[in-house]
Structures are given as C-alpha cells and as structure tokens.
C-alpha cells in the first residue's frame, strides 16, 4: 500500500494563514493546497465546476474559546484560494452544499438554538453573499433538537434536508424536512420516520414528482427477523412525506452480518443503481460497500435488486470519526474512508478504486501525518484526475487542523 506523508508540508507554511497555502510542486497535474485562516479549519465538502474552480465547504473555530462557523472557499482549478468567507454567530455545524438551478448556493447547516440543535438552510450568490436563509425544525413547535445530514434541491426549485432528530419516543427518528423554492415548509408533509430505537437518514434522491428514495440506518426489524443491530436502511416517500414499502431489506445484510453497520454515503450509481458506502463496528472498523442492480427500477430492492454487498477493507482500527465516502463513474467508483490503523492509533485517509462489482481495482492509497487526518469528499475530473478533500492535522507537533485540496493522477498518486 503506497502512503504519503502529508504533514511535513506545514513546515514552510505559516501558522494562522490567511490564504491556501501555494506549494511548488513539479507539475501543475497535482498539488496539495491547505486551506483556512486563523485556528482550526474542518473540511465538510466538495463541489466541482464545469470551468474547473472548485467550491469548498468546511467549519472553523478561530480559538478555543471562539464559536465554530461555517466556512465557504473558492479555489481556481490549480488550487488556488479565490475567495473564502466565515457565517454564524452561534456554534455551527455545516453538513452539505450544492450549486442550485438558479445559480446560487445552498448551505445546510445545524445551528445550535438555545439549548436545542435546530437546522439551518442558507443560500448566497456564487461569490458567498448572503441571500436568505430559514431556521428548520420537525413539526410546528420546535421540541425536539433536529441534526441534518444532507442536502438535496427538488425539480420544482424545492429542498428536503435528510437527516434525524433526537428527544422524541426514539434515541434518534429518521427526518426528512421539505421546503418549497420560497424556503416555506409544505403544509402537508410527514416529516418523521422509523419504528427502531435508533433511526438516521443520511442522503435522499428524487425518483420523481411524487417519489423520493430515502437512505440511512436503522436497528427496527421491519420483516420481523428479530435483528437488534443497526443495518443499513433504503425506503420510498410517497408525495406527502409518508413511508411507502418501509423496510430493513437482507440483502444487506450479507456483509457485515450480525455487527452494527452504518451507511455515511449513497449516491446514484453512474451505471445505474445506487452506491452504499459506511462503516461495520465491531472491535475494529471495516469498509462496507453494496451496489444495487441498474435493473431494479422499482426500487423494490428484493433479492434480485441488491447486485453486490461487500466488505472492502477490514481492520480499520477504531477511533472518534468512522466515515467513508464515494464517487461514481460509468465504469468504476472511487471509496474514501478514514482509517486507525496506524502505530498511533490516528486517523489517515485512505483511497481506493473499485468497479461495478466492487472489485478493487487499485489502492488502498493512505495520505496524513502523525495527526488525525480525515476523509471529506472525492471526486474525478473530466480529463481523470482525482480531487480529495480532507481535514489534514499540522505541524510538529500537529498542532492545528487545516482544510486539505488533494488533486492526483488517475492512479491516486502525487505525481503526473
């Protein structure tokens, strides 16, 4: 397994920056770029334009005492920092961005509201200007502390925020908030989910006007089978919010069985179908991974519908930020995941390829230091380099943690 040493970079950087950081490397191919200003930056997620600049979201904390607050950067296609802006006046937690259909960013965020976690969705214009924004909560008295997870914009200009919310019946309860283009709640729309002790949902997709695909975890035994831990979770929404063919499908259940599994990342499959990616905890993580059948159009996910069910990597170590992500191609995928199996018992990075039937085709490649670096988003450029974006912990000591832009070749590697 190839492994890059990251963190010797922050030698010839400067504590507290106030740009990216320009290292000169050979070849202008590949680079690694830091990003964030004062204190200790977390890297969230990816967007990659059609000009080839890139859009970075992440947290930041400017000091200790200080509050966390959203951070939003723009990079060129050579890594360098255009523009990077800070929001929020309370402690904040971004969760996902997109560019929307009209040409702005939308920014969900978990805003802390007295003693409750309530959801935040923001847009600005493509240079970070506010534009509006509107605090979300389940039903119509804010009761409960509501934790997004994703972001995903409707065909009629809309948004639903995935994720759970907590100090209901449930440990945690499935949610699922919707808003029109105004950022007006729908007044008819179920927003809760799930019959087990401990119910998130991660992402969801649009299937149609009136059908969307909801993805997460789950520990209810929806076919009474008896199960008690956490499986990964796929159902359908009907039109008003309500659950249609709810269910905690074996199929995947063929990796992993009988350990807690939970799904950090799906995404429509470039082939067709849906990518699953997360994590299976026992005493050490392992990487899990199921691919559904392009087939499976319904999304009926019976037996014929789940194509491959796996565990990619074992002996992961175990650690405070288990998290695996994907990127899906026509002929393959791209997985990152955080790994602890290291003499240190900090985290590195890990990137691998994968086809369609999640065979490895390469890697894993491990990119960090001697502190925790964690996994963020991967994506692949049209000419087949490959973007990561992580958090990479610096200095040496480590001594702070910075928003990392990793662009490599098609084999994940530093070099041309």
Known sequence: MIRYILGFVFLITILGCDTSSNIK????????????????????????????????LGNSKKSEDAKTQVYI?????????????????VEMDAKDFLVTSDGKLAVVA????????DVL?????????????????????NAFSEYSNSLIQLGDGGFIVEGYLT????????????VDKQLQKLPVWSEINGAGSINAGTTVVQHSSGVFYVFGYTNASYLGQGKTQVNYWAYKLGANGVAIDNGDYSEFEQAGSGLDKTLTDALPAAIGGFLLVGISNSTSFSLKA????????????SAAGVFQDVILLNNLGSGPNPYATAFSSTLYNFILVNTYN?????????????????APIWGPVEFGGDGEDNAAAVAELPDGHIMILGTMNLGNPPEQNKIALIKLNSQGKLSP
Do not use: C
């Open 167 to 178: 100090g209901n019946i449930n440990q945690s309860d499935e949610m699922h908030l919707r």
């Open 290 to 301: 199921s691919i559904t059948n392009s087939t499976d159009t319904s999304f009926s996910l």
């Open 73 to 89: 950067a723009k990079a060129d296609a050579l890594g360098k920092l255009l523009w990077q802006k800070t929001f929020g006046n």
């Open 121 to 141: 969705l923001s847009r600005y214009t493509l240079d970070g200007t506010p534009v509006d924004s509107v605090l979300l909560f389940a039903t119509t008295v």
């Open 110 to 117: 978990n805003k802390l509201s007295g003693s409750n976690m």
């Open 25 to 56: 490397l050979p070849d202008n191919s590949y680079f690694i770029k830091y990003f964030g200003a004062d204190g200790n930056q977390e890297a969230v997620d990816l967007i990659v334009n059609k000009d080839g600049t890139f859009f970075i």
């Open 342 to 358: 290291t003499a240190s018992a900090k985290s590195d990075i890990l990137l691998m390829k994968v086809d369609n039937a999640l």
